[in-house]
């Protein structure tokens, strides 16, 4: 049964894990000049939420975190993804949001697969890219960068017209050329790009989630600490295999898995 106020949100990241050198046969490595060393495993999460704090602030609810995990392509990570969310109860939740970085394969398999969602871009991922920017016009590391970003991330953070403001002081401030003006454009393009997840102020008012921390948190628990340790290189395979067995036990599906794999072989030994 779907609480009538329940939330539901979704979120997707990836992450490399160490293979086999014959894993990697044919992919281009981040340096163009070398090969690849990693294959990206894609997380997606979903949990709930149906209250919040005294201070108004969102509250995740407690055993309600899921994961689903694949090294397949984005399209089959999306489909994946989407069918344990509804699976989740998503089609009856009052809420449906998206919360992600960046990336732009994440914001496609977002489009595609929930498109009843509200789109949330992580803000602390808009507050890095606010410090790129600050640091393009003023110089990094310096006292006024500094200054800057975090006037900035304040802004964006806490006024409806955040951004507006933001953008608007960044092209006042613009060099009229060198370097640092195409990395500061480069900066206020991403922004302009992302303007409508980014609406950090509406979003708190309603009282939901600004963060994708759940699943960067989930990326080293559910993967890290077990597929991307020392000396580790893993086939394709034995990883899929190792990255479902995480899953269910983080979604507490182990013992379910375990008694209905049992039961063939318990028929099959006592029929001999």
Known sequence: MVPPDQVSYVEGD???????????????????????????????????????????????DPDRTSYVATLQPAAEFGALLRAHAFQRGLGLARLVVFLGDGAAWVWELARVNFPMAIFILDFFHAAEHLEALAAALWGEGTDQAKSLGEQWAKLLKEQPDGLEQVLRAARQALPRSGQRRTLALKQITYFESNTDRMRYAEYQARGLFIGSGVIEAGCKTVIGRRLKQSGMFWGVRGAQNVLDIRCMLENRHFNLFWEQYRKPLQTSHQSN
């Open 14 to 60: 990836g992450t490399g894990i160490p293979v086999r050198p014959e894993e990697t046969e044919g992919r281009k490595g981040k340096q163009a000049d070398q090969p690849a060393k990693t294959r990206e495993v894609k997380l997606g999460c979903v949990f709930t939420q149906t209250q919040e704090n005294s201070e108004g602030q969102p509250v995740r």
